[in-house]
C-alpha cells in the first residue's frame, strides 16, 4: 500500500516535470520570434503607413496584434483563460462559447452512439450465439469496418439530405463495428461449462441470456464500447469540420478560417480533455462489471 | 464619479464585464467603436436620404437590368409611357419593388429563412443586412449561417436546408445543368459583387511577375465552378501556358490557401478575399494582380435560391430580394466601407482582423511588396445579373471541356439568370421586348460579343478539344 502510494506520487511529480519541460521549450521556441520593439528611424511616411497596414504600427510600439505565427505560452494563456470566462455565451448561428459548442458535438456523439449500442449490442449476441449467421455476416463487417468516417460523409449527405442527422449517422456507422465484433466475441467465448450448466438445469433461452451471458460477456462487451466511444469522438470533429454549423469540430474550422493558431490549440486541448473524461467514465464501468474468476 | 469612465460601473444598463459585453471584442472599447459602427450605418441607412437613394438605386438596377442601352430605354418609354413600362415591369419582376410596391408588399408565404454564406468579403451585402435590419425591416427572420465551402453549400441548396444562399456565380449554371450536382434549376437573383478578387503569389516568387515564367507552378481556387478558376485559366491560357499541362491547378479552401502557401505547398492562387491581402498580412504572399484588371466589373460571388423556391414563395423572394439589394446600396457607397469592414468583422460574421478587411474594402491597401495601392473599385458591388456574363462563363465551361457537345448559352443564361422572366412575361403581355442583357464584355482587352459565344470559343487557341 505504502509502496504503491510512494509510486503514484513519484509518477504525479514526474508528470509535472514533464509538463513543465514541454512549456519550457514551447517558451523558449516562440520566445526568438516575438519581434524586436526595433528602433524605427527614418521611415518615410510611406514606410510608416505600409507598415501600419501589415498591422505593425511603428508609432505604438510592437505587439503585432492577431497574426497566425506560433503563439507565446502568454498568448496561450490569455486565449485558455477568455474562452474559460465566458463559456456559455450565445451569439446567434455563427458564434457561441466554447462550453455550448461542445455541448452540441457530445449531444451528436450521444445520440449515434446510443444507436449504434441499440443496434450492435442485440447484433453481436445473435452473432455470437450463432456461428452461422456469424460466417454469414463477417464478410459484411470485414468490408464495412476500416471505412474513413469522412468517406461516408458525401453519401450521407446526399442520401439522407439534412447534414445534422448525417453528422450522427456517421458517428452511428464508425462507432458500431467495435460494439458489434466485441459482443459478437464476449458472447462467443462464454465457458461451455457454464452454458452446459445452465442446459442441464433446463433455463429459459432468456433467461439463459440475460443471467449467464451477459454477466459473463459484459467485460468483453464494454471493451468495445469503450473503444467504440473513442472512435466516436474522434470522428464528431472531422464530421463538423466538414459539415460546419456549430460544435467543437466548427470551432475549430472557424478559427482556422481566421487562422487563428491560439485558438486551434485551446480547442484540441479541449478535445482532448473531454475525450479522456469519457473514457474514464468507461473506466469506471468497465471496473464495476469485471469479476474475478 | 468621473463622467468619462469608459467601464460605466454604475450604469444599471450595462453588465460590468472588464471585456465587452457580447464575448465578440478583447476590450470594451473595441466592442463601443464596433457598435458605434453599426449605429451609425443604420443611422445612415435610416435617412430619407438613403432610402430614396435605395429605392432609385433598386429601381434603377431593374430598369437597366431591362434595357441595357440607354437609347432602346428612351425609345421603348416613349413608345409605351411611363406608367405602362411600370406597371409591366412590377407585374413581372418578382423584384418588382417599383417605389409603389415597396408600400404593399405582398403576404410573405414563409418568414423564417436560413441563408447560408462563406466567410469571403463578397459575401457582404448578404452579411451585413443582417446585423443593419434590412431583413427584419421586410419582415423576414432570417438566419445567415456560415457554411464550411462550396460543396457545402451545393448539398444543403439541395437539401433545401438553406432558402437562397450565397452562390459562385457559375455554381446555378453548374447545378441547373446538373455538372457535379444532380440537375435542380438554380436562378442568380443578382450578383453579390464585382471585382474584388485577386492573383496571390509566394513572396519568393517576387521577381517572376510574367506569367510565361509560371510553368510548373501550382495554383489553387476555390472551387471547380468558380470565376476564380475561368479566369486564372484565361489568364495564364493568354500568356502561351496550358492551365492542365503547364500548371496545376488544386481546388482548396481559401484560409488553406494561406496555409499552403506559407508552407510552399502552393506558389500562388486565384482567390477571394479577404485571404489574398490577408497572405499580405501574414507576410506570406504578396498581390499579384487584382483580377479587376483581367475584367473590369466582372462577377464573382451571386446570391441566388432555387427556382422552386422563387415559384412557391414569389412574396418571399421579393422581399429577401429588396433587402439585398438595399444592402447592396450601402455597400457600394464609398463612404459606408470603412464602417461595413468594423460591422463584419467579428467572429459571427467573416471572423477576420478588421485591419485587413478595411484595405480590401476601401481599396486602399499593402500589396506585399511595399506598395501602398489606392484602388478605389478594388471590390464593387453592383448586382445586376447581365446574361452576356452568364453567357461568358458557359463558353469558358465549354473550353474546358466542363461541357461537351452543344451549349444553347442564351437559352441557359436566360433559364438562370434572373432577368428572362421578365422578358417572357413582356412577351405574354404583348409587349415589345427589349433586346439586352447582353452587354459586350471586354476581358483582357478582347471583346466578348454573347451573340458569337460559339466563335468566341472556338477562337481561342488553347482550349480542350471536344474530343479530348
Known sequence: MNASRSLSLRAGLLSALILLLVLAVWHVATLSSTPVAAAAPALTPEQIEYAKLMGKDPAAGGAPAEKSGFPTLAQMG???????SQPFYDNGPNDKGIAVQLGYSLARVGLGYLLAALVAIPLGFVIGMSPLVYRALDPFIQVLKPISPLAWMPLALYTIKDSSISGIFVIFICSVWPMLINTAFGVASVRREWLNVARTLEVTPLRRAFEVILPAAAPTILTGMRISMGIAWLVIVAAEMLVGGTGIGYFVWNEWNNLSLPNVIFAILMIGIVGMLLDLMFARLQKAVTYVD | MRHDNRFDPYNPDRPLQMRCACGQHASAEEHLSAEAALTELKRRSETAEFEAYSNDFIEASLVKALFPQDALRRRFLRAVGKGTAMAAIGSVLPIASLQAMAQEKGALEKRELKIGFIPITCATPLIMAHPLGFYSKQGLDVQVVKTAGWALIRDKMLNKEYDATHFLSPMPLAISLGLG????????????????????????????????DWKGFKFAVPFEYSMHNFLLRYYVAEAGLDPDRDIQIRVVPPPEMVANLRAGNIDGYLGPDPFNQRAVFEEVGFIHLLTKELWNGHPCCAFGTSTEFIQKNPNTFAALYRAVLTSAAMAREARNRELIAKVIAPQAYLNQPETVLTQVLTGKFADGLGNVKTVPDRADFDPIPWQSMAVWMLTQMKRWGYVKGEVNYKQIAEKVFLLTDAKKQMKALDMKVPDGAYPKITVMGKVFDPEKAEAYVNGFAIKRSPTA
Open chain 2, 181 to 212: 450536382a444532380t440537375a435542380t434549376p438554380m436562378n442568380v437573383a443578382t450578383i453579390q459583387n464585382t471585382n474584388g478578387q485577386a492573383i496571390t503569389l509566394h513572396v519568393k516568387h517576387k521577381d517572376k511577375r510574367d506569367p510565361k
Open chain 1, 78 to 84: 490569455q486565449t485558455i483563460a477568455k474562452h474559460l
